[in-house]
């Protein structure tokens, strides 16, 4: 069965960190962009990063650089996001996502939903004191 499965998400206190991971099983991230989304109540879904494994290329919205760290396994069947420095506006549904589309990340905070044929399933991350 081809799937990505999130987990990792929790509870933290301001500050803290936490680390996702994105499992593919059925097929290989290596030929694709990973994305990482997240959509809190009321908002609309944000691209937060992105990994390609063509050419190591990254991606980050500007509210999680510097804080947000994506990274891939070797084998190309897991992608992680390290979150570190969490602050209560990240609290939100995340999801990974490959785009079948692209092997190659874009730069912009815009993305297209057709280029994403798998998506996860969403963890939830809530920050809060």
């Known amino acids: 069965q081809v799937q990505l499965v999130e987990s990792g998400g929790g509870v933290v206190h301001p500050g803290g960190s936490l680390r996702l991971s994105c499992a593919a099983s059925?097929?290989?991230?290596?030929?694709?962009?990973i994305d990482w989304f997240r959509q809190a109540p009321g908002k609309e879904r944000e691209r937060v990063s992105c990994i390609s494994y063509s050419d190591s290329r990254t991606y980050y919205a500007d509210s999680v650089k510097g804080r947000f760290t994506s990274s891939g396994a070797n084998a190309a069947d897991t992608v992680w996001l390290q979150m570190n420095n969490l602050k209560p506006e990240d609290t939100a549904v995340y999801y990974c996502?490959?785009?079948?589309?692209?092997?190659?990340?874009?730069?912009?905070?815009?993305?297209?939903?057709?280029?994403?044929?798998?998506w996860g399933q969403g963890t939830q991350v809530t920050v809060s004191s």
């Open positions: 996502a490959a785009n079948t589309i692209r092997s190659r990340c874009s730069d912009s905070p815009y993305y297209r939903q057709h280029e994403y044929n798998y």
């Open positions: 059925g097929f290989t991230l290596a030929y694709y962009s």
